[in-house]
């Protein structure tokens, strides 16, 4: 059992949030910490991002999952152009400004390399974490991608899954800036890169904290 099990919210290149969490966290070697995915485009470092997550895998346990943004990067930077116009209209654009670059060729290739190793899920005995949704009668590994990954709930509130553990989830953006407790269904995505924060709840004491794009702690 971790000394901690933390999920972070969708980061969307708000770097200065994500600092300012984990300087108040300090996640060591014992802790978890789940990344909800999301971590590129829209808000102004995702170059920042990336960097940070690969220096906090080298001093606690980090489980970053793949996000729809994450995905699209991904595909357009390792070759699928047809897509490139669409990334762009999704926040490509801020994405390749962090890197001082106009095409996808100037993304550092070992950034790509991170968003490779991330999953798509990601299960403990009392929780399970996707990025977008979630069908409720499915084990995990079954899920439909394009659920895990880009249905929103919005569309879609799923009922409590079978397995009976607690879903957390990202990318369906609150942007009362509060988190949305269901009971058996978390969502943590509080739209940082808008007007609301960056989130991260320890889901064992329940205890949150919050930053904004500009690097300032909510009350």
């Known amino acids: 059992m971790p000394r901690r099990l933390i999920a972070i919210g969708d980061i969307h290149g708000c770097l200065a949030a994500l600092q300012t969490l984990l300087a108040a966290i300090d996640p060591g070697p014992l802790d978890t910490v789940v990344a909800m995915g999301d971590y590129v485009d829209r808000g102004p470092d995702t170059c920042g991002v990336l960097e940070a997550l690969g220096r906090l895998a080298e001093r606690t346990r980090l489980v970053p999952l793949l996000g ?3 995905e699209m990067m991904l595909k357009v930077c390792r070759g699928r152009g047809d897509l490139f116009g669409d990334w762009l209209a999704y926040g490509g654009h801020a994405t390749l400004a962090s890197y001082h670059t106009l095409m996808p060729e ?3 290739p070992w950034h790509l390399d991170f968003l490779e190793t991330c999953r798509l899920s990601y299960e403990t005995p009392r929780h399970f974490f996707v990025h977008a949704n979630y069908r409720p009668d499915l084990p995990l590994e079954e899920q439909p991608r394009d659920v895990l990954l880009w249905e929103s709930l919005k569309k879609r509130q799923p009922a409590p899954h079978a397995s009976g553990k607690i879903a ?3 990318h369906t953006a609150q942007k009362t800036g509060e988190i949305l407790d ?4 978390v969502c943590i995505d ?6 609301g924060w960056l989130t991260a709840l320890d889901l064992l ?3 949150v904290w919050q930053a904004d ?3 300032r702690m909510r009350g």
Not at 182 to 185: P, R
Not at 190 to 195: E, L, M, Q, R, V
């Open 68 to 70: 729809n943004h994450d």
């Open 106 to 108: 100037g993304v550092w």
């Open 168 to 170: 957390v989830l990202g």
């Open 182 to 185: 269901l009971g058996h269904l």
């Open 190 to 195: 509080t739209w940082c890169y808008g007007d």
């Open 205 to 207: 004491e329940g205890r």
């Open 213 to 215: 794009q500009r690097g």
